[in-house]
């Protein structure tokens, strides 16, 4: 379960940096959803552990840089934990628990295409993140609100 969690968290990070203005530096789209597409697939596949390339997998934090990015994130947690909460916890079982994660796969794999539309990999990640932060707190509203991205999308294609 622990393990889950971190794999989930990783997801929500990528996401959540993809997501951001810095979504425009090219490329960044494309590896971020890449690497949420794999880590997905692992999670799906239920892997014990994520199969990072090397580069990415040796790599070392200094505990100070650790304890000052956690301080910053500290209010989003905290503002998180109180209002999250075990809703629409069906949604979380299976069958319905591989839609979130096959929905992150395929958001994921469509990431690197959606560069080419500026900006429109954030909104896929914007969805991402929310059906990761569903996943992580087992609450059904996010998910609710993680539809709205991907219906979005529907809409431009229909």
Known sequence: MRRTKALLAGVALLAGFAASPASGIPGLSAVSGLLIAMIAAERMLNFDEVQLPAALKHRRLQAETLRRALDRVQPVI?????????????????????????????????????????????????????????????????????????????????
């Not at 999250?84 to 929905?103: E, K, N, S, V, Y």
């Open 78 to 158: 905290d503002w998180l934990d109180r209002h999250t909460g075990d809703r629409l916890t069906p949604l979380f079982h299976r069958p319905l628990i591989f839609l979130p994660q096959a929905l992150c796969l395929l958001t994921g794999l469509a990431m690197p295409f959606l560069e080419v539309i500026p900006f429109s990999a954030s909104i896929a990640a914007s969805g991402v993140f929310l059906l990761t932060l569903s996943l992580l707190t087992r609450d059904g509203l996010f998910f609710l609100l993680a539809m709205i991205p991907y219906a979005g999308f529907v809409l431009l294609i229909v």
